[in-house]
């Protein structure tokens, strides 16, 4: 029995924009790191991406690390979510480094690599505006002396994120002030820094056009991994493609029906007021997946005449009006999916993994 709704995951495609990706760091001394939370650190999506030639893997989550470990995955693991205090021990036995920006989690990381007998390897954040974590970089001298003096950590070298909360883009000036930093605290303190990150999938752009400084030398990868999507201009990412995951949903009402609602309006399921274009009557379908499952806006129909008009809970609402394919009830319509979407189906129980390994 097949079983719908589902998620495709296309590994020869992956592969392919891994492959492109890779060569892409390669070309200006750039390791690229690949971010696996957006497929809860599905271990064939994490396979094939090491396959491929990423250097490392890195999830938010613990869970997720372990759940690629136990699949027999030997890999670099990093936390990129910075660690819950409560969770250090944890942190320091599944992970071999993790992201951070307190101290008081990073002495509370410190006294649990000792309790195991491991050194931790730490990488500080630094926030240059785009207001997520970091230490500001008026602190930054007095966190690596502090941590210089933790026995059983290994400070690896300094991290930046953006384009995350602050919308804050990457540019040759906030780089430059990342490796100003770096560099200061390496006079400072008489070390070498191994690994200056320089971010997430929105600073791909910047490295393509060559304008990275020299000394960024690692980049953690998710989106453009997954989904060939430029985060910066929200176009495709060149010799990429989107179509790595394909969603697959199950038609379970096809009826014409106006496009405006009959009668006083109040809110929607969600308690927003529904806003409506009248566009007269309309063939439309509704889908046995719903806002648990995905994000609506997020759906891509591959046939481009179909329209997403939104949804519910466990409802999607597709407009077929101007479809390309004729359907009924029972058909199946599918989707390339956006970040948002990525991460809803992945992470819902009620969407089954399908993965392809052939081409
Ligand atoms: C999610 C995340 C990444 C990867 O971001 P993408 O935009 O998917 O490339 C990198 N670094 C940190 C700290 C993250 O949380």
Known sequence: MVKYPRLEIHLDRLSENAKEIVALGQQYGVEIWAVTKVTCGHPEVAKTLLGAGVKALGDSRIENICRMREAGLEAYYTLVRIPMKSDVENVVRYADCSLNSDLTVLQALNEAAERVQRTHDVILMVDLGDLREGFWPTELPGAVEQVLQMKNLHLKGLGVNLTCWGGVLPTEENMGK???????????????????????????????????????????????????????????????????FVLQAEIIELREKPSHPIGTTGLDAFGKPPVFTDKGKRIRAILGIGKQDVAADGLRPLDTGIEVVGGSSDHIILDLTEAEGTYQVGDIVCFTVGYECLLKSMTSPYVEKIVVSQK
């Open 178 to 244: 990342l490796i100003e930093l770096a560099e200061s605290i390496e006079s400072q303190f008489g070390i070498q820094l191994e690994i200056i990150s320089g971010g997430n999938s929105s600073s791909l752009p910047l490295l393509r056009e060559g304008k990275m400084p020299d000394r960024v030398n690692q980049l953690r990868i998710g989106e453009v991994l997954m989904l060939g999507n430029d985060t910066v201009t929200h176009t495709p990412f060149p010799n990429t493609r989107p179509d790595a």
